[in-house]
Antibody
Framework: QVQLVQSGAEVKKPGSSVKVSCKAS????????FSWVRQAPGQGLEWMGG????????IYTQEFQGRVTITADESTSTVYMDLTSLRFEDTAVYYC????????????WGQGTLVIVSS | DIQVTQSPSSLSASVGDRVTITCRAS??????LNWYQQKPGRAPKLLIY???SLQNGVPSRFSGSGSGTDFTLTINSLQPEDFGTYYC?????????FGQGTRLEMK
């Protein structure tokens, strides 16, 4: 089973960008689909998008289309989520999660990265 | 996008109770429905995948049923560690979508 370790908390200004990393270990990187899920304070889970490295395919929800970029670096077994034009309402915990193959159920989760957008 | 509606939004129960949470999809999703448990400050944990398959290490008091558009998570003989928030998720098609969550509290 893969373990996912995310980068640390960030404080960002409105209008800036944030890049969160997620390093996978203990499994075969190209056998997984990776998702990014965010959770605003006191709110539910929101799937932002995902990547299937072996297919070179990325999918984004319409809400984040144009503001989010998800990439994968097979050489370091790391997935990245880059969110631009940050707004106060982007303050949330961002989770990296993975499934097996081209499946979107999520048995493996990172510890979460808190991103605070504040002026 | 497929919408997933979960109910109830909150629930109070006692240790030993049997609890049921439902999830309804806006279109048929076969059995591509998953259930998660989340504790405060922690990442979600996958309990049930494919509508009724128990994830490794999850106690057998948890069970899932349903297909098509209507699904149920049942917890038999509720234990103190079961309190938290539960989410359903459809993985039939992208974008993947989650239900709004059910907060299970101690009565």
């Amino acid at each position: 089973q893969v373990q996912l370790v995310q980068s640390g908390a960030e404080v960002k200004k409105p209008g800036s960008s944030v890049k969160v990393s997620c390093k996978a270990s203990g499994g075969t990187f190209n056998s997984y689909a990776f998702s990014w899920v965010r959770q605003a304070p006191g709110q539910g889970l929101e799937w932002m998008g995902g990547i299937i490295p072996v297919l070179g395919r990325t999918i984004y929800t319409q809400e984040f289309q144009g503001r989010v970029t998800i990439t994968a670096d097979e050489s370091t077994s790391t997935v990245y989520m880059d969110l631009t034009s940050l707004r106060f309402e982007d303050t949330a915990v961002y989770y990296c999660a993975s499934g097996e193959g081209v499946k979107w159920e999520l048995p493996n989760w990172g510890q979460g990265t808190l991103v605070i957008v504040s002026s | 996008d497929i919408q997933v509606t979960q109910s109830p939004s909150s629930l109070s129960a006692s240790v030993g109770d049997r609890v049921t949470i439902t999830c309804r999809a806006s279109q048929t999703i076969s059995i591509f429905l998953n259930w998660y448990q989340q504790k405060p400050g922690r990442a979600p944990k996958l309990l049930i995948y494919g509508a009724f398959s128990l994830q490794n290490g999850v106690p057998s008091r948890f069970s899932g049923s349903g297909s098509g558009t209507d699904f149920t998570l049942t917890i038999n003989s509720l234990q103190p560690e079961d309190f938290g928030t539960y989410y359903c998720q459809q993985s039939y098609s992208t974008p993947v979508t989650f239900g709004q969550g059910t907060r299970l509290e101690m009565k």
